[in-house]
């Protein structure tokens, strides 16, 4: 019988991973969000639990998976005291999906651990619509026998299921998977602001990027968008400011100077400063196509 399934943190991420296995036929017992509204129409419309509380999520399933915003939100839910996804934990399998700092994903494993439950990294490098149809690209760090455990699972989600190793791996790998597409989304949106400002026909130029060492799975994701000025979001630019952020770390702690990826990290960091963070990362073009966006520093 396929196991009981939860989820804390239901944005778009977490609520389309759910309608997901819930059309595969497992059964999602409970949802939890901070935003209670979501977590409530969520909850009905999948027949769950409405979990108002953390242990009510994991008294109620067998695998809890953790689709939160960052290091702070994850660390919160695996809190040592009080409300928690600790409390009667023992037995349970949590797979964190947000993208955070390797050391957080070992700090939670260490908490769940002393809770006798067994943590995964289950770090994606996907959007809303791949989270919906089970497409996502999983990377997946941590206990491997509870890799294998949950595996069916996560094949439901998944068209591209890779064992990175122990955990914090995965999460290294998702940062520089990250590090290196928001550095590539800022050279695309450089590349045609000035082709903008040079006064090129940039459907012409988008076409000759695609056929050509210019070429790269942003400029198909992102190039007509950064053009046309649309920039719905399926990726913001607060979170890619953030996985940035992790990225450069990281580089730090191993004491190499990476100056586009410092760089990246700081136009993104002034998207967010500007009030533009909550649009998708292609408004980066907002910064550097002539007239769009004032400067306000």
Known sequence: MPETIAFVGVGRMGANMARRLKDCGYRVA????THAPSAAALAE???ALHAQHLSDV???AEVIFTVVTDDAAQLAVFAEAGDSLLVGATGKIFVNCATLSPSTHVEVERRARAAGAVTLEGCMASSIPQARNGTLYLMCGGDRAAFERVKPILEKLSSALRYIGSTGQAAQVKALVNMVMNINTA???E???LGAALGLDLAMLREVFSQ???NSQVLKTDGEDMQNRAHDCYFSAAHAAKDSTIAWK???QAGLDLPLAAATKQQYERMVALGLGDLDKSGIAELTF???QPNRE
Do not use: C, M, Y
Request: glycine content about 24%.
């Open 30 to 33: 409970a949802v939890h969000d």
């Open 45 to 47: 419309e999948l027949g």
């Open 58 to 60: 994991t008294r109620a």
């Open 187 to 189: 050279g695309l949106a």
């Open 191 to 193: 590349g045609l602001g």
């Open 212 to 214: 050509t060492g210019a």
């Open 250 to 252: 990281l580089a730090v």
């Open 290 to 292: 002539k007239g769009r």
